[in-house]
């Protein structure tokens, strides 16, 4: 899992004029929060927040004022047009802790000659792990695999430490049956008069 540093600067102003402010100067808004502390309004480097959430679960130790603290990204908030990063809720955590996040789920291998179609239920699977043993991925097959076959969560590998935050027998992925499409209303006849 990766461990990135960022520089976070304290924030005094707040409300809509202060963020659109800090976001035109290409930084982010945030909130620190967890283990019973005062939340604490920080400003961060807009480049590098973007870089490091491109990892899920991203670890993140912040230097807020010379203050080390390690934060997981618990809310994310982007642009729905340009995909900019508008604000961040970060979660203080402690190393050894336990966390409950959702890991995205890779899918591998072929299903079975018949012509089935995969339907992904679930694209990432809510887990417990350690705060700083928390897996990027994790991997799902679907070898050999035909219509009416599933994979539960309780089936996926996961890495030592880490459990299921969900029911076992949740299903992740299911080979379905083709839908035949229905003829379209009036038939061919009116499609040759018209």
């Known amino acids: 899992m990766a461990d990135v540093k960022i520089e976070a600067e304290v924030r005094e102003e707040f409300g809509k004029g202060a963020s659109r402010r800090i976001r ?80 995205p789920l890779n899918v591998e291998g072929n299903l079975a000659p018949g012509g089935g179609l995969l339907e992904h239920v679930l694209s990432a699977l809510p887990v417990e792990a350690e705060a700083t043993d928390i897996p990027e991925s994790l991997t799902v097959s679907v070898q050999g695999l035909t219509i009416g076959d599933s994979v539960l969560a309780k089936d996926v590998p996961l890495p030592k430490g880490t459990s299921l935050a969900i029911d076992g027998d949740d299903i992740v992925v299911q080979v379905v049956q083709p839908q035949a499409e229905e003829p379209a209303a009036g038939g061919e006849g009116e499609e040759a008069s018209a």
Do not use: C, W
Not at 25 to 38: C, E, L
Not at 85 to 99: A, F, I, M, N, S
């Open 24 to 103: 035109s100067a290409d930084k982010v808004p945030a909130v620190v929060y967890g283990h019973g502390t005062d939340p604490v309004h920080v400003t961060l480097p807009g480049h590098a927040t973007m870089l490091a959430l491109k990892t899920s679960n991203v670890l993140i130790t912040l230097d807020i004022a010379g203050r080390k603290e390690l934060v997981i990204p618990k809310a994310v908030q982007r642009d729905p047009l340009k995909g900019f990063l508008v604000h961040l809720d970060l979660l203080v955590v402690k190393r050894g802790e336990q966390v409950s996040v959702e890991v």
